[in-house]
């Protein structure tokens, strides 16, 4: 004899669960039973109000998906970066400020493109999170891609800027002037300060927008 669970006494959160693993071929009863009970749960304004809140914030819960996302797209330019030396024939170094600041400049206008376009870099294609615009929740523009990576861009170019004029003044006088160095140190606390500030402003808004949302005027959702 078949056990049928009786639904009716089931908590919201343990009908979602059920909903969510029942295979529906095998059991079409039960899952209309579930989508039957769930649906008069909901009426209940209490119910469907912490329902709601949950699910915007499962929504929006992004923090760790957009962090191995990263992971996977720099994996993937890691990778990308020692074939171009390859074919290129340039020594691979973490060391080469300008082979690194190309590759930033590489990794910039990919992430611009893929979110422009498609609202995804391939990481986030693996990780089942998109790059929406804030306020309707839709694609974004190409522009609102580029504003959204402006402090990187800003960053990356400075530091190219930088690199060249030490190389220069290397060649013409053989050594560095102070003021590129303290140049080069207030570059690498500013780039700091932005990462760590980028880290902790998702850790104080609802929707996990990070400063660069801000600016694009964007929200990273799970779909």
């Known amino acids: ?4 669970p009786n639904y009716k006494n089931y908590s919201l959160d343990e009908l979602l669960d059920a909903q969510k693993y029942i295979d529906k071929e095998s059991f079409p009863q039960r899952a209309q039973e579930l989508e039957l009970e769930i649906a008069n749960k909901l009426k ?4 469907k109000a912490e329902f709601e809140e949950l699910e915007t914030s499962k929504r929006y819960a992004t923090f760790w998906p957009r962090f191995w996302a990263a992971i996977i797209d720099g994996l993937i330019f890691t990778a990308l970066l020692y074939i171009e030396c390859l074919l290129f024939d340039v ?3 973490y060391e080469n400020s300008i082979l690194q600041a190309v590759n930033g400049f590489q990794y910039i206008g990919y992430v611009v493109f893929m979110h422009g376009f498609y609202g ?5 294609m693996v990780m089942d999170v998109k ?5 309707t929740e839709t694609s974004i523009t190409l522009k609102q891609s580029v504003r959204r990576e402006s402090v990187n861009i800003a960053i990356n170019s400075s530091w190219i800027l930088l690199v060249f004029s030490i190389s220069i003044s290397l060649q013409q006088l053989g050594s560095v002037p102070a003021v590129l160095t303290y140049l080069i140190m ?4 500013l780039a700091t300060v932005w990462a760590l500030s980028e880290f902790i402003t998702m850790l ?6 990070a ?5 694009g005027r964007t929200v990273v959702v799970r779909l």
């Not at 995804?120 to 986030?124: E, I, P, R, V």
């Open 91 to 93: 020594e691979y170094s």
């Open 131 to 135: 790059v929406l615009n804030h306020e």
């Open 204 to 209: 104080f808004n609802e929707k996990r927008r």
């Open 211 to 215: 400063i660069h949302d801000f600016i």
């Open 44 to 47: 209940d304004p209490e119910i």
């Open 1 to 4: 004899m078949d056990y049928s």
């Open 120 to 124: 995804q870099t391939l990481g986030k």
């Open 186 to 189: 207030g570059l690498n606390s």
